[in-house]
């Protein structure tokens, strides 16, 4: 029962590369979320899924895209990476809405 | 706009002694009051969570009180240990419908022996 897993663990890109991160959860949760964490700054919204096919704006969307062909998986992308998005991030799920999440382990991202 | 403001930003607790840590809400609609504990290298974790219906929810060593009227609830550590030593996030919500969970700023708890 491995839960939520994001890979990669780590990354390190240069200002202006693309990737993708990718969540996947085994607990066939409709509920996907996509936060960034920074110092001060707790865990910040960037965009959550509903549903399979579905996805929505969080907090902080500007920059990412996301998707959700598949109801076990949650990609976060980044067209072209900027410095302001050095971060650890991380996916959760959750059954219904608030109720107990259940996160990742993160995903640390630099870019230089 | 921070809705839900977390405080200390840090904090350092003797074994034994009692952690604190505070939050407020600025949204009369919350409704769903979770405590969530973050150790380095890994995700958050749900360790309690409580709702306005009660004043007070006690789970082993840990205990939320909640103050409807101020819209403060507060997280207390009885008897620390240094494992509890972690990152410690309140969150707030309101319940049905497509809600998402609105994260404090962190509180880093340090256990010392």
């Known amino acids: 029962n491995a839960g939520v897993t994001q890979t990669p663990k780590f990354r390190v890109l240069k200002t202006g590369q693309s990737m993708t991160l990718l969540c996947a959860q085994d607990?066939?949760?409709?509920?996907m979320y996509w936060y960034r964490q920074d110092p001060g700054m707790g865990l910040r919204l960037i965009h959550y899924?509903?549903?399979?096919?579905?996805?929505a704006k969080g907090e902080v969307p500007d920059g990412y895209n996301v998707s959700r062909l598949k109801k076990q998986n949650f990609l976060l992308g980044l067209e072209s990476a900027a410095p302001s998005q050095t971060s650890v991030y991380f996916c959760?799920?959750?059954?219904?809405?608030?109720?107990?999440?259940?996160f990742g382990s993160g995903t640390r991202l630099t870019v230089v | 706009q921070q809705q839900v403001k977390q405080s200390p930003q840090s904090l350092i607790v003797q074994k034994g002694g009692i952690s604190i840590i505070n939050c407020a809400y600025e949204?009369?609609?919350?409704?769903?009051f979770p405590w969530y504990q973050q150790f380095p290298g890994k995700g958050p974790a749900l360790l309690i969570a409580?709702?306005?219906?009660?004043s007070e929810k006690k789970e082993g060593r840990f205990t939320i009180s909640f103050n409807k009227s101020a819209k403060q609830f507060s997280l207390h550590i009885m008897d620390s240990q240094p494992g509890d030593s972690a990152t410690y996030f309140c969150a707030a919500s309101k319940t049905g419908g497509y809600n998402k969970l609105i994260f404090g700023a962190g509180t880093r708890l340090a256990v010392h022996p």
């Open positions: 949204n009369t609609a919350f409704d769903y």
């Open positions: 607990m066939n949760h409709e509920y």
């Open positions: 409580i709702r306005p219906d009660v």
């Open positions: 959760a799920s959750s059954r219904q809405g608030a109720d107990g999440y259940t």
């Open positions: 899924s509903v549903g399979e096919g579905t996805t």
